[in-house]
């Protein structure tokens, strides 16, 4: 069974690797040993990430990327192709949300979260099977979509519009990339514990969006671990256009 789920000859780039869910992954793929690219605009806190995955004995390197720059996207792959070799999976990761009624969300609001969480994981995606392509490489993309793209809540319109847009990409990516023996997939993760969200919890709002969940409990960061090894290995050689839901029953609700 480990065998199956081998990641150990991988070179792994995650982008928003220097927080949360990414910071996460990177840790789970390095430690079952996958070279991981650690990709983000803080390259601070992806050098504390390097260093620590290093000290444990895996094979990290951090790369600057602005996933919004579509100029920067192909410098950034350079740069790690350089440090570690050309990329065979990518976990598309980085995102953000600002929380305002649609109402009150302005252009700016919206061209940030679009930009961030759809234009530049698309533009990333397939700026990378190009490459894959050109090699004549198999490859592996998947996507961190996210329950909000398949149900909403008030608030995070343009995040929840922009995460059923990955889910749709996933899928067109996946029909038109599989001849190439390129595998395009989507996590969607529910309500998950991270250290951006974690003191809203405790909070009355927090509790109540807790009782929503099937499970009575928020997710935490490693309840993602199965799922991105799954994803990540051949076990999932024979999925493509796949959403993986890990939600503790969220979208039953």
Excluded: C
């Excluded at 995040?159 to 996933?170: D, L, N, V």
């Amino acid at each position: 069974m480990s065998d199956l789920f081998d990641v150990s000859k991988e070179i792994i780039l995650i982008t928003g690797a220097s927080q949360g869910l990414g910071r996460q992954f990177a840790r789970v793929l390095a430690a079952h040993g996958a070279a991981v690219v650690l990709a983000a605009r803080q390259t601070a806190k992806l050098k504390s990430l390097e260093d620590e995955i290093r000290a444990k004995g895996g094979r990290a390197a951090a790369v600057q990327m602005d996933v919004t720059d579509m100029s920067g996207i192909a410098k950034a792959l350079d740069a790690a192709e350089a440090a570690l070799g050309p990329t065979t999976v990518l976990i598309n990761n980085a995102g953000i949300a600002i929380e305002k009624l649609s109402t009150e969300q302005t252009e700016a609001d919206w061209d940030a979260v679009i930009n961030s969480n759809l234009k530049g994981a698309y533009f990333l995606a397939t700026e990378l099977a190009r490459r894959m392509i050109a090699r004549k490489q198999p490859g592996n993309i998947v996507n961190v979509a996210s329950v909000l793209g398949q149900g909403v809540l008030k608030a995070v319109s343009p995040y929840a519009i922009s995460k059923a847009g990955m889910i749709q990409g996933t899928k067109a990516m996946a029909l038109e990339l599989a001849g190439n023996s390129i595998r395009v997939n989507a996590l969607a993760p529910g309500y998950i514990d991270t250290e951006m969200n974690h003191d809203f919890w405790s909070t009355p709002s927090g509790e109540r969006l807790a009782k929503r969940i099937p499970q009575r409990r928020v997710g935490a960061e490693s309840d993602l671990d199965g799922a991105i090894m799954l994803l990540a290995s051949n076990a999932s050689r024979y999925m493509t256009g796949t959403v993986v839901t890990v939600d503790g029953g969220f979208l039953l609700n």
